[in-house]
């Protein structure tokens, strides 16, 4: 069970870490050199996003990502070949990441089985309402998969229930308003709304969107049980290649 995972991973290290590839950005042969410096720095959960031509929470280096993996012609079926071969390969959970119209096509109830026969836990849909997603709810508690959750600051009370009711896995709980990429500069407000979170719910909470440095990091132990670190990965492999990536994780330790 991924929670139970994520927790016992939290507990071992002080807070658990999750990385993110974009499928076919800038390569599949890229993806795959990231893939193995997460493993090797021990990262513990890795989304695996599949690209869509209107990625709507994600910053701009995810919207070119996305863009540009779909303009070399990435499709489903190579985003579920590299997800196959690596929880083959690597140690780590691995969840796909993307947007509903991408399940939609494929089917859900296909979808939900090629997810399984390929090696995810689970699936993040960002832009799926929880009362839109409720058939594809049922379809992940009848294969085992966790529909993980989003919650956002601008929440308010009554919707973190509605949210957090019947949430397995993890919550992915937002920084900041905004998308993916910008720096988040953690307020004395990010504790008091993780401490709501927890009131509402006892799986893991991950927080994603603007973690990007080692202080970040030392700040969300004992705060969340898993820090979420997508686009600093991509922006260094991009400047300093695959050795920069082994340097920033190394940095983080």
């Known amino acids: 069970m991924l929670e139970k995972y994520i927790r016992l991973r939290a507990k071992e290290k002080g807070i658990a870490l999750m990385g993110h590839i974009v499928c076919g950005y800038p390569s599949f042969e890229a993806n795959w050199e990231i893939l193995e410096e997460m493993e090797r720095a021990g990262v513990d959960v890795v989304e695996m996003q599949f690209p869509f031509s209107e990625p709507i929470a994600d910053g701009p280096l995810f919207l070119t990502a996305n863009q540009e993996s779909l303009n070399k ?9 590299i997800m196959k071969k690596a929880s083959e390969i690597f140690s780590f959970k691995i969840l796909m990441m993307g947007y509903y119209n991408t399940v939609f096509k494929v089917g859900e109830k296909k979808f939900c089985e090629m997810l399984n026969e390929n090696g995810a836990c689970g699936l993040i849909v960002p832009d799926l309402p929880i009362e839109e997603g409720e058939q594809l709810i049922k379809l992940c508690q009848e294969t ?3 529909f993980i959750r989003l919650i956002a600051p601008t929440n308010t009370e009554k919707r973190i229930g509605e949210i957090t009711m019947g949430a397995n896995g993890f919550i992915y709980a937002v920084a900041r308003k905004g998308v993916t990429g910008a720096k988040t500069s953690f307020s004395n407000d990010l504790e008091p709304y993780l401490s709501k979170l927890r009131s509402y719910t006892e799986i893991p909470i991950a927080i994603g969107f603007g ?4 202080s970040d990091i030392d700040y969300l132990k004992g705060k969340a049980d898993m820090a979420v670190m997508g686009t600093v990965v991509m922006k260094t492999y991009l400047s300093k290649g695959k050795e920069g990536v082994k340097s920033f994780f190394a940095g983080l330790k």
């Open 144 to 146: 085992e998969l966790s």
């Open 211 to 214: 973690i990007s440095q080692k």
């Open 73 to 81: 012609g990435t499709v489903v079926a190579e985003c579920f070949k």
